[in-house]
């Protein structure tokens, strides 16, 4: 167990997916009730609006690099708060660490800003100077 897994764990949060694609354009339902198909050959298409809905935007949540901060340290908060394997988080710590920032997941503004505070916090508590921040998608 490493001396990182000391620490209180913050309660499971499962990510957001985004929903399937929405269309906003006019399509075809199902049969409408009113009109059966009475099998007379006719092919029209029932048509109906169905109101705009739009996705919820979405947010990358970004390490920054740092001289400081430990590569150890820094795979552990990847696996730690998304959900990486040990594999995963070294290869996007190192990606951070030879280009100065690496997306680490994508998610719902609450879901990234609540990351962003979880890995803010436990730096600070560990006195490491990681940046980690939000911008939209
Ligand atoms: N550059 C750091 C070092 O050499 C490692 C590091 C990687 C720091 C990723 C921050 O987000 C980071 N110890």
């Known amino acids: ?21 929405q269309l906003d354009t006019i399509r075809p339902l ?21 109101p705009k809905s739009k996705r919820p ?5 970004m390490l920054l690099n740092d001289d400081y ?10 696996e730690r708060f998304f959900g990486m394997t040990h594999a995963q988080a070294f290869e996007i710590m190192l990606t951070v660490h030879k280009k100065g920032v690496a997306v680490v ?10 990351k962003v505070t979880q890995v803010m916090d436990f730096a600070r ?4 100077p990681l940046q980690c921040t939000m911008e939209k998608e």
């Open 105 to 114: 997941g994508v998610f719902s503004h609450e879901i990234a800003e609540t």
């Open 69 to 78: 901060t430990p590569m150890e340290f820094v795979v552990h908060i990847l």
């Open 30 to 50: 199902a049969q409408s009730q009113d009109t059966p198909d009475d099998g007379e050959g006719d092919l029209s298409v029932a048509l109906k609006t169905r």
């Open 1 to 21: 167990m490493s001396d990182y897994d000391k620490a209180p764990r913050p309660v499971a949060q499962f990510d957001t997916m985004r929903p399937l694609a």
């Open 57 to 61: 935007p979405m947010y990358k949540v």
């Open 125 to 128: 508590r560990h006195q490491h």
